[in-house]
């Protein structure tokens, strides 16, 4: 940053022109600009005459060259045949994967602690704050390290892995569990199963509009059963089962069949969880502990139960100071998430940033595309965020 | 569930054990642990929780710990004929690199010295009660780089030279953290008077940098000083790979303590400024002299928390080949002299506790400023 | 973001201008009083670090052999340990002034990098090492299996060759240093480890049980093993490419670092080139007539270095195969000093 205070305290009186606060001001904003522009300028010439001389390949023209490495976890179909550009996708996805789920687990955590921190009975709420110390006072990678090389790492073979019930297991090779296989006629039975859900939910709609109208809701839970397990079953034995259950088999080195969970996966996403949770922990306390002792009296005396007050007055009102912070949690651990690259978890950093831009040489492409990412991700965020506040407040006033 | 009259402060027990002591402890149990069905449950279900965490934990630290040895064999099960828990002296063999990194032996004192140093300024600094503020903060922010940076690095006053790859360890994790706070504190403030600032360029710059240091996670930044920053520099200007990181650092940490100070700045009342500009000041000595020192004494906390969060950071600098405490502690995982079952583990248990104390310390710090700053909340 | 579009505005700038740097490094080497050298973290044989931060193996004597022709004192090196992710970097951006790193020599890092290849001192292949308890025998018997490498090497696009090519299946684990694959492969991660085969010798030994662990017989692919400079120096790039060749002359000639004083009295016409008493080579490249000399003096010849370090007389006990010299029953060939 350039010093425009060093000549700040220009003697009153004198005709200096810099003692014109206007002159002064447009006079500071053009050094400041004019030294941007010139740092920027001078880092380009030096880049190019840099890339020139160790000629460095530039341009983007990498992203469809074949990469030739493979991955272990990939939600697109990928092979070694496919180019770089599919590899940044297949990272990004894998980074999307591990930040929702670790979202919707963190929130569940932070929640659960949060309520427990400040629950009446001692022995949990003094707990709840002891987690809440510890997991925030460890740095996160250790964390991550901790869970995948003496936690997970210490898991037995696929040879000798836990199992649960022979369709579960669970060995160094991470946790495998049972998939569904599709046969002919599984569109059907999904088809079936949307429409239950389809169903249900505009039965709760249609509830809670009776409740409004008249105080008093729909019993529905046995129409939800029907609807979500009947239908879908009835559709299943109707189409002679075509979706089957595919159990994991050990096969030579590995399980094949059922789905894997890589111990990296897991690794990470345990630690983001318990790390974030922590944070959103001390969040939801703080927010709950905003709405005044009043509200929750004034809910009691109305005959609510602790859970129901907490439900339908405490939390809602607390939400509206829960959800900001809430939100730059979320965003803090999707960019955690790029510590992934610590335990060979493939995600958007570790294959791009650190494979792609091993195997291509190009640093300036591959670190502007990945900071452009992660910046896009926040902005997108902090927009949303914004664009929540402002409704908030117009809901409440 | 939530249960607004409680103060748990109000119930601790201590002091003598009379009988009426005791019949409380027990009303009390009956009222807070075991008041309801539900209640009593979830108290026996947390204290088997507790039970089965902190058994293993305490045993394995201490109770099936090894404390002496010479290499792996001494740390085996089968060698000691016991449950074999910590492998302490995995850890006194190490301790050397996990302090020092390669630090030469015989130049080792000088780091001490230099955290002896820093210790004896920032404790003054930390106590409110004590005086000489402004003098203090002058030579631990000014006068103290430059001699611990003497101090290690050497090549003057007839200390030898040690160069940065010999580093490691704590050493290094506390290098880049107390770089960092230093550096980012004067910055920080920069860049938030300039979010502040009337000047809409001024202001602009600032935002961008603000916000594109938040925006990113800390790891692309080391990237970026790692293998791009060297890119934007004339040929043949090498920068030191510790010195690139702990600017990396230092930018990222810029960023956060801008939004920390500008929380401080906002909360100052208006009339502050005008009564500064009434007498006369400029923007400078305004600032210098009025609005500053009350915004920043408001944020001591979060100036603290941010400080906590930047030396947790520091451990990322390992995925750039520096050797920070906790790489060194992955480099010694790795030698297989001292490759036993439990070496990972209590290497792990030692690496911990470290970090705990100097973020769980500060923690507190921040919290009993926060209390003392706002005595209104109790 | 403004930084972020100065980046995307250079990207767009596509030069494949040829760079007419001159770059001095040797000036710079002799200005610093010491050469940079970019080493391994710690491959037992080729470079590591003992207790007191001693180097020692053979890329290392590659380094010190260069000190040596440069001040007369192998002592005067710098050892920069890079992962393999960071070796190129550090060598582009002239943090090193060579790379004596195992840094297999392919026709991209030549051309595209900005980096040239000054010799090959070690010809090397991919292989693979597993556990004995699997009862594997051979690679082609490893269909399914977990593979742990390590990223941003040849070795990772080398499995997937192989692998694709024998339509096996397998699950790469990549790790960014190679302490991190072996751990991961020791702690039974994976089914077996994948890298140059003189590095699998080299990690076997930092596993607490070697013997329990056999490198399997296929060799995938081939590895040209060699000390790596910047393009656009052309003095520099000579010294360090004869550095090697006066090694692998020397031990043509049979002198070796005890003979160093016979081969200075030396009548052959050869020899006499080699030690500087006729001719002046050295000069040539910017050196003393005398290099090549203080090379063997202080470091040996090639076969010495590799007997030492590598070969029979070290822990590994590598054959020494394709790097005999080429009148041996080797491809070890260096163009003569004339």
Request: charged residues 15%; positive net charge; contains cysteine.
């Amino acid at each position: 940053m350039t010093e425009p205070g060093k000549a700040a305290p220009a003697a009153p009186g004198r005709a200096m022109p810099l003692a014109d606060p206007r002159f002064r001001s447009i006079f500071f904003q053009t050094v400041l600009i004019v030294t941007v522009l010139a740092a920027g300028y001078v880092a380009v010439i030096n880049a190019d005459a840099n890339l020139r001389a160790q000629r460095i390949a530039t341009g983007l023209g990498f992203l469809d060259h074949p990469a030739g490495f493979g991955i272990n976890q990939t939600l697109i179909a990928y092979s070694e045949a496919d180019s770089y550009g599919r590899v940044f996708v297949v990272g990004l996805l894998n980074t999307l994967l591990v930040s929702v789920i670790g979202i919707v687990l963190a929130t569940i955590v932070g929640f659960v602690v949060g309520i427990a921190r400040l629950s009446s009975n001692w022995l949990i709420a003094r707990a709840a704050g002891a987690y809440v110390e510890v997991m925030r006072n460890l740095p996160l990678l250790f964390q991550i390290l901790f869970w995948y090389l003496a936690v997970l790492g210490t898991l037995p073979s696929p040879r000798q892995s836990l199992s649960i019930a022979d369709s579960i297991f669970i060995s160094n090779r991470g946790i495998i569990v049972p998939s569904f296989a599709f046969g002919d006629g599984a569109e059907i039975v999904l088809a079936a199963l949307m429409l239950g859900i389809g169903a249900t939910a505009a039965l709760g709609m249609l509830s809670r509009h009776r409740r409004r109208a008249t105080g008093r809701p729909l019993t529905l839970w046995w129409a939800a059963v029907l609807l979500l397990v009947g239908l879908p079953l009835a559709v299943l034995a109707a189409t002679d089962f075509p979706i089957g259950i595919e159990r994991p088999v050990l096969r030579g080195f590995n399980f094949v069949g059922g789905v894997r969970m890589l111990p990296e996966f897991a690794a990470l996403l345990i630690a983001l969880v318990t790390y974030t949770g922590a944070f959103i922990a001390e969040i939801v306390r703080a927010g709950i502990l905003s709405v005044h002792r009043s509200q929750t009296e004034a809910a009691y005396a109305l005959g609510l139960t602790r859970g129901l007050a907490l439900r339908l007055i405490v939390v809602p009102q607390a939400l509206r100071l829960i959800v900001p912070p809430l939100t730059s949690q979320y965003l803090n651990l999707t960019k955690n998430s790029s510590l992934a690259v610590a335990i060979g978890y493939p995600d958007l950093f570790a294959v791009f940033a650190g494979t792609t831009l091993n195997q291509t040489g190009q640093a300036i492409e591959i670190i502007a595309i990945t900071m452009a990412i992660y910046l896009l991700l926040s902005l997108t965020t902090s927009a949303l965020m914004n664009w929540y506040n402002a409704r908030m407040r117009l809901a409440e006033r | 569930m939530v249960n607004p009259n409680l103060d748990p402060r109000g119930y601790q027990p201590g002091g003598v054990p009379s009988r009426e002591r005791r019949f409380r402890v027990t009303t009390w149990a009956r009222a807070n642990l075991f008041n309801s069905w539900l209640n009593a449950v979830l108290t026996l279900a947390t204290l088997w929780l507790i039970w089965t965490v902190c058994w293993p934990l305490l045993k394995f630290l201490l109770i099936d710990a090894v404390w002496d040895g010479a290499s792996r064999v001494d740390c085996l099960a089968d060698r000691v004929g016991r449950d074999v828990g910590a492998c302490w002296p995995f850890i006194g063999a190490k301790l050397p690199q996990l302090l020092y990194g390669f630090y030469p032996i015989n130049e080792q004192w000088r780091v001490n010295l230099t955290a002896a140093l820093g210790l004896g300024l920032l404790v003054p600094l930390l106590m409110p009660s004590l005086p000489y503020k402004t003098a203090n903060a002058i030579l631990f922010f000014g006068v103290y780089p430059v001699v611990g940076f003497v101090l290690l690095v050497g090549g003057m006053l007839g200390l030898e030279h040690v160069e940065t790859r010999l580093w490691g360890g704590l050493l290094v994790t506390l290098v880049i953290a107390v770089t960092g706070i230093v550096g980012s504190l004067p910055l920080g403030i920069l860049l938030a008077l300039g979010r502040r600032s009337e000047m809409p360029a001024v202001r602009g710059v600032s935002i961008i940098f603000i916000e594109f240091w938040r925006g990113v996670p800390l790891i692309t930044v080391l990237f970026f000083a790692t293998y791009m920053l060297p890119l934007f520099l004339p040929a043949g200007w090498a920068i030191n790979p510790l010195l690139r990181v702990m600017i990396g650092v230092m930018l990222f940490a810029a960023a956060y303590m801008a939004e920390v100070v500008r929380g401080g700045l906002q909360a100052i009342p208006r009339a502050q400024y005008e009564a500064a500009q009434a007498l006369g000041l400029g923007y400078w000595r305004m600032m210098g002299l009025v609005i500053l020192p009350q915004a920043l004494k408001l944020v001591i906390p979060g100036i603290v928390n941010n400080f906590i969060g930047l030396f947790k950071d520091t451990t990322l600098v390992l995925i750039v080949a520096i050797f920070d405490l906790l790489g060194q502690l992955r480099a010694a995982f790795s030698d297989p002299n001292w490759a036993a079952p439990t070496t990972v583990a209590t290497g792990f248990a030692f690496a911990g506790i470290i970090y705990f104390c100097f973020c769980f310390g500060m923690s507190r710090y921040a919290l009993w400023m926060e209390r003392r700053l706002n005595p209104a909340d109790r | 973001m403004k930084r972020v579009t100065l980046v995307v505005a250079l990207a767009a700038m596509s030069t494949f201008v040829a760079g007419s740097v001159t770059a001095q490094t040797l000036k710079t080497v002799r200005d610093r009083g010491a050469l940079t050298c970019g080493v391994s973290q710690g491959l037992p044989g080729f470079s590591t670090p003992d207790d007191r931060g001693n180097w020692t193996g053979f890329d290392v004597d590659f380094c010190r052999a260069i000190a040596a022709a440069i001040f007369n004192d192998p002592a005067k090196v710098k050892f920069s340990p890079l992962s393999a992710k960071d070796r190129f970097t550090a060598l582009q951006t002239s943090e090193i002034d060579v790379l004596s790193r195992n840094s297999t020599w392919t026709m991209l890092r030549d051309t595209q990098l900005g980096l040239n290849f000054a010799a090959v001192n070690y010809y090397d292949g991919q292989g693979f090492m597993v556990r004995k308890s699997l009862k594997v025998n051979s690679a082609l018997e490893l269909n399914g299996a977990s593979i742990c490498t390590q990223t941003g090497t040849t070795t990772e696009l080398n499995v997937a060759d192989y692998f694709r090519a024998n339509k096996m299946k397998y699950e790469v684990i990549a790790f960014s240093t190679a302490d991190e694959t072996l751990k991961a492969y020791d702690a039974a991660r994976c089914d077996a480890f994948t890298t140059d085969v003189s590095q699998l010798y080299a990690m076997r030994l930092k596993l607490a049980k070697p013997d329990e662990q056999m490198i399997l017989p296929e060799i995938i692919s081939k590895e040209p093993l060699g000390p790596v400079v910047r393009q656009g120096d052309d003095q520099w790039f000579d010294v360090v490419k004869w550095t090697f060749f006066a090694m692998i002359n020397a031990e043509e000639l049979g002198v070796t670092s005890k003979t160093v004083d016979e081969a200075l009295k030396s009548t052959k016409p050869d020899v006499r080139r080699l030690a500087g008493t006729e001719g002046n080579f050295g000069e040539q490249i910017g050196l003393t007539k005398d290099w090549a000399m203080r090379i063997i003096r202080h470091v040996g010849n090639y076969g010495e270095s590799f007997e030492r370090n590598i070969g029979s007389g070290s822990k590994l006990n590598i054959d020494r195969g394709l790097n005999k010299l080429w009148s041996k029953g080797g491809i070890q060939y260096a163009p003569p000093i004339r």
